[in-house]
Structures are given as C-alpha cells and as structure tokens.
Nanobody, 120 residues
C-alpha cells in the first residue's frame, strides 16, 4: 500500500489542523493505521492509532483529549484532527500502515510526512 499524507501547515498556538492520509489499493479497510511525528533532533514518536474498522483508537498521553484519529474506508483515508495545538506539537507528521497489528516504528508502510508548525 502507498500512503500520501497532507494537511500540514503553520498555525498559531491554540489553533487546529486536520491531517489526511490517503492510501492506494483496494485493501485499505484491512489495515491498522497510525500517525507518528518527528521533531528536529528527536526520535520519531507515536501519536495515535486506529483499528481497521475504526472501532478502536489509542493515543499518546501528550495528545489525548486534543487529537482525534478517524478513518473513512470508502475514501481510503485516515484523518488526524488536531485541536488546541501547542508549540511542542511542531514536527513532521507521518502516517503508517500495518496489515496485522497496530503500527509501530517498525511498520512496513509509511507516508512521506507533512510538516506541522505551531507558533507561540
């Protein structure tokens, strides 16, 4: 599966952005999907994940209550709605896919990344 992330940009603290990740292929609905981020000089870290049906989601503590992951299997797309953004959310955001389990940093499929910059 090939992934294309979009929706990043520059936003002021307290603002919102919605990231999208669109997948190629007809088997998107069978993949667990996730979002990760990597800030300059830091390791890539987990942000959120969603099961293939959308029925289960899981978030990093740092974004819980502010970010929402969702998916539309008819559109082959997973979303990350980001509210109440903070400067520390600044990073390149990547989507990831795994056929058999929730994505980790070892997930087999990755999008190209989209930059999110939050100004104070």
């Amino acid at each position: 599966v090939q992934l294309q992330a979009s929706g990043g940009g520059l936003v002021q603290a307290g603002g919102s952005l919605r990231l999208s990740c669109t997948a190629s292929g007809r088997t998107f609905s069978t993949y667990y999907m996730g979002w990760f981020r990597q800030a300059p000089g830091k390791e890539r870290e987990f942000v959120a994940t969603i099961s293939w049906s959308g029925g289960s989601t899981y978030y990093a503590d740092s974004v819980k209550g502010r970010f929402t992951i969702s998916r539309d299997n008819a559109k082959n797309t997973v979303y990350l709605q980001m509210n109440s953004l903070k400067p520390e959310d600044t990073a390149v955001y990547y989507c990831a896919a795994d056929r058999f389990t929730i994505p980790t940093k070892r997930a087999p499929y990755w999008g190209q990344g989209t930059q999110v910059t939050v100004s104070s």
